[in-house]
């Protein structure tokens, strides 16, 4: 069965520092995502992670995929308040001779992050 | 153009009532799944259209739930007899085929009392 676990599970910091959220995963996926949940709305679509070695960046955000260690890192720099928000990380479940699109998710439990002032 | 839509976005219903929410995928996706989000916790996987086809329900927690997508857009999630376990907020993504991305609706929060 496949597990992801994420730490920290909340994370309460400064703006304008730097910190990282680590998501490790169980078993072999070559992908894996990033979502963004703000309270009450739905989840936002980050990253996609679909190779070894990946790195992705969009402003002070940074996703990387080590597919060896089953771990991917979601590295923030310079925090503002606007990245409050719960962070997943999420693994597919792509079987053998499935389509493409037709993975099903299983996400960590979650990232809290607060950034204050 | 439009996202995923939902509705109702919350529904209170007496412990033993059945419920039916609504999934409204963006146009053209193939692609139509189910997630259970309890609170504090990550989405779980319930369900997974492939047009109209349902190709996997291992999600689904009992016999109590429901999925269909009879015309391979819309689809509706009927949960029979709610428990007061079965509060918690009702996700569907949809994607499109050779792509990895799911787009997820704004969900619909069920309240068991």
């Known amino acids: 069965e496949l597990k992801v676990e994420q730490n920290p599970l909340f994370l309460s910091m400064q703006e304008g520092k730097n910190y990282t959220i680590y998501c490790n995963y169980s078993t072999t996926s070559d992908r894996l995502y990033w979502y963004r949940q703000d309270p009450g709305k739905s989840l936002e679509s980050l990253f996609v992670l679909l190779s070894n070695g990946a790195v992705k960046q969009e402003g002070r955000l940074m996703a990387s995929l080590d597919t060896k260690a089953r771990l991917s890192t979601l590295h923030i720099t310079a925090a503002v308040h606007d990245l409050s928000a719960t962070y997943f990380c999420?693994?597919?479940?792509?079987?053998?001779?499935?389509?493409?699109?037709?993975?099903?998710?299983?996400f960590g439990q979650g990232t809290r992050l607060t950034i204050n002032p | 153009g439009a996202g995923v839509s939902q509705s109702p976005r919350y529904k209170v219903a007496k412990r033993g009532q059945d419920v039916a929410l609504r999934c409204d995928p963006i146009?053209?996706?193939?692609?139509l799944f189910w997630y259970q989000q309890a609170l504090g916790q990550g989405p779980e996987f319930l369900t997974y259209f492939q047009n109209e086809a349902q190709l996997d329900k291992s999600g689904l927690p009992s016999d109590r739930f429901f999925a269909e997508r009879p015309e391979g857009s819309v689809s509706t999630l009927k949960i029979q007899r709610t428990q007061q376990e079965d509060s918690a907020v009702y996700l569907c993504?949809?994607?499109?085929?050779?792509?990895?991305?799911?787009?997820f609706g704004p969900g619909t929060r069920l309240t068991v009392l």
């Open positions: 146009s053209g996706h193939v692609s």
């Open positions: 993504a949809s994607s499109t085929w050779g792509t990895d991305t799911q787009y």
């Open positions: 999420a693994v597919d479940i792509l079987r053998a001779g499935q389509i493409q699109g037709a993975q099903k998710l299983v």
